[in-house]
């Protein structure tokens, strides 16, 4: 039996990471963590679960990669992160460490991203602080609807905000990838799937694309 088509996801522009990254107020220990979550989960598609399993004995600072533990038989993989978001991490760290042990505490569990109590994040809050962060940074939507009578039908176009989860980002981070690298069994490897199939909904973003494109290029002998 044939596989129901999966819905295309939703994706960030650049612009709209940008915009979302730059909401964070640094100065605060919560928000310097969130955005060190963030930014590294747009640059290597962790996984909710992976990234709030993070240990920092899985990163590798010197050689700018991090290790995916993937558990019940699988492969780890490797991925590789840039320096900012390196040193976002590394900032994040020192932090940490700090807040810690004004409270007289350690982080027994080693865990990257922790509550300043050095508790393990819980997964639900952190879906609630990317969504509310999203909204803060009021990342919108294009909504075209009828306005007008039916005779009419004129076009308004209005905005709702999008509803960014932690799949956003992911669905962000292999459509950018893809988009770079051009080359599906990277993205796959990146992503840690098991089966390029999954992969391969993320060339239907990519090939909407290349459509406009083409259809311009129809243009070329008119202007």
């Given amino acids: 039996m044939a596989k129901r088509g999966r819905k295309i996801p939703e994706v960030l522009t650049i612009e709209e990471q940008k915009t979302f990254l730059d909401v964070f107020n640094t100065r605060y220990p919560t928000q310097l963590r969130n955005k060190a979550m963030i930014r ?46 390196l040193n976002l991490l590394s900032n994040w760290r020192e932090k940490q460490i700090k807040k810690l042990e ?18 393990q994040l819980n997964p639900v809050n ?8 999203a909204e803060k940074a009021e990342i919108q939507e294009e909504v075209t609807k009828h306005y007008r009578d039916k005779v009419g039908k004129e076009l308004e176009e209005t905005y709702q905000e999008k509803k960014v989860s932690p799949h956003t980002l992911r669905h962000t981070y292999a459509t950018d990838l893809l988009r770079e690298c051009h080359n599906l069994e990277k993205v796959r490897k990146a992503l840690g799937h098991t089966d390029i199939s999954t992969t391969q909904i993320y060339t239907h973003l990519v090939d909407e694309e290349l459509e406009e494109d083409m259809k311009a290029l129809d243009n070329k002998f008119d202007s």
């Fill in 40 to 85: 590294l989960m747009l640059t290597t598609g962790l996984r909710l679960s992976e990234v709030i399993n993070l240990k920092w004995q899985h990163i590798n600072f010197r050689a700018g990669k991090l290790k995916v533990v993937e558990g019940k038989g699988r492969k780890d993989r490797i991925l590789w992160v840039g320096d900012q978001t």
């Fill in 102 to 119: 004004e409270k007289e505490k350690k982080n027994q569990s080693g865990l990257v991203f922790t509550s300043l109590t050095g508790n």
């Fill in 126 to 133: 952190v879906r609630k602080m990317i969504y509310n962060y």
